[in-house]
């Protein structure tokens, strides 16, 4: 078959370990055969962040505003072990935290059902896409350790440092600590607008909670912020399209969550979010089954896996073991971007590709073949599920494609 062409690049990040091995395997066995690949490509492994100061992942950032979709390999976020492991220069920031801010995205990530791998809640058999807003809250707060005696107040002053109001936090008779968190108007409407945006295109309803009866001024403002642009840009789109927006207690919200089928986008504020998206992708099997996309509030895309570079298996992958890692979110990184590049070009051709590579890797999976993660989880009448490693398992996606 002639190989389909691409018009438009789209931009590759490259990352680290094992995901770095698989993502060569993925291009080489699944991809390169089938389609005249164009990508722009930047190396964020940790290698040539540090070689570059970092300034690759920056551009690599710029590069998916000018182009509109990146697919992104897992990368190291360094910590004072990898400093050592690498002699890095310094300790560079998460590459998907750059990458945020400067997108100025919202994470949504979602699980890939299959059949035969159910989910720890029966009757969760749609997917539930989760939310995160990924600014302020005690993610980016001040806190102190108070002892007793002591008085914390919260002080809001004017921009000449007048002193327009002054609350008392706690008059301290006994030790204890405080913690001062904030959120901006800006960031949090932009939350909703990505949020609303996605269930649109996805068809799902769009579900938010948060505490405003305990925090009549904080968490209210996340409610009133929702609702007001719910109302005045998207109710009659979200009815034409046959969806709902609710907001309900963030307590409600998970009740409603648990006897739902699932079929919904969950937008969760930053803590809920950090907290919620590890029970839902435990919930739904494997980590490595939960797919994960940033998408900017002016739609630009970038696709990749939820889970981390998978450093153990790396390490026996180095000793010249034989590892069984979970490709199938990385496969679901490309075809989201291939897919989209298609659909955004016109190119029907390649969006049909990417259909079949995923259909492709389903139907392996179903039929048995698997890596050693899902093997615990797979029950299906007649069918023995059998353990390949990481690159078998590609190889026999590969036949079936
Ligand atoms: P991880 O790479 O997600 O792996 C944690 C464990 O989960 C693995 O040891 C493995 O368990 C299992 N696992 C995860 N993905 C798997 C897959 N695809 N197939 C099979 N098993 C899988 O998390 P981590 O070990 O905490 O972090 C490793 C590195 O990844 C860190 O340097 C971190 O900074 C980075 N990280 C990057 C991203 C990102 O770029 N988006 C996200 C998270 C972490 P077993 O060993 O029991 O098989
Ligand atoms: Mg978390």
């Known amino acids: 078959m002639p190989k389909i062409a691409m018009n438009v690049p789209v931009v590759e990040m490259d990352g680290d370990e094992m995901t770095r091995v698989l993502w060569g395997w993925i291009k080489e066995l699944l991809i390169e055969p089938f389609v005249d690949l164009k990508t722009e490509y930047y190396d964020l492994g940790l290698v040539n962040r540090d070689a570059t100061d970092d300034a690759v992942t920056v551009a690599s950032a710029e590069a998916t505003k000018k182009w509109g979709v990146a697919v992104k ?30 997108l100025d995205g919202t994470v949504f990530r979602a699980p890939i059902l299959v059949n035969g791998i159910m989910p720890y809640v029966p009757g969760w058999t749609k997917p539930i896409v989760l939310a995160r807003h990924a600014y302020g809250d005690i993610y980016n707060s ?11 107040y919260l002080v809001v002053e004017d921009g000449e440092g007048r002193e327009l109001s002054r609350q008392v936090v706690h008059k301290f008779t006994s030790p204890g600590i405080v913690q001062g968190v904030h959120n901006v108007d800006e960031s949090i409407a932009s939350f909703a607008r990505s949020c609303f945006n996605y269930g649109l295109e996805h ?8 505490k405003d009866t305990i925090s009549k001024t904080y968490d209210h403002r996340f409610k009133d912020i929702f609702n007001d642009i719910y109302a005045s840009e998207y109710a009659q789109k979200f009815e034409e399209a046959g969806i709902y927006f609710l907001y309900t207690l963030i307590d409600d919200v998970v009740a409603r969550v648990m006897r739902s089928n699932g079929g919904i986008l969950w937008a969760c504020k930053n803590y809920d979010g950090d907290v919620m998206s590890d029970m839902v992708a435990t919930a739904y099997g494997s980590l490595g089954l939960m797919r994960s996309v940033l998408v900017s509030p002016d739609g630009k895309y970038e696709f990749e896996a939820a889970h981390g570079t998978v450093t153990r298996h790396y390490y026996r992958h180095l000793k010249g073991e034989e590892t069984s890692t ?27 590709y990417a259909k079949r590579l995923e259909r492709a890797t389903l139907q392996t999976i179903e039929e048995g073949n698997m890596t050693g993660d899902l093997i615990p989880l797979f029950r299906r009448e007649g069918v023995t599920p059998v353990k390949l490693s990481s690159r078998a398992f590609l190889e026999e996606i590969a036949k079936k494609l």
Do not use: H
Not at 76 to 94: C, D, F, H
Not at 204 to 210: N, S, T, Y
């Open 142 to 152: 001040v806190e102190a350790a108070v002892e007793a005696g002591q008085t914390a």
């Open 326 to 352: 979970n490709s199938v979110a990385t496969i679901w990184a490309w075809t989201g971007a291939l897919a989209k590049r298609g659909e955004l070009d016109g190119n029907a051709a390649l969006t049909d």
């Open 73 to 102: 390999c897992a990368t190291i976020t360094p910590n004072a072990q990898r400093v050592e492991e690498y002699g890095l220069k310094k300790m560079w920031k998460s590459p998907n935290g750059t990458i945020r801010r400067i």
């Open 203 to 210: 068809k799902l309803p769009v579900w938010f909670g948060a």
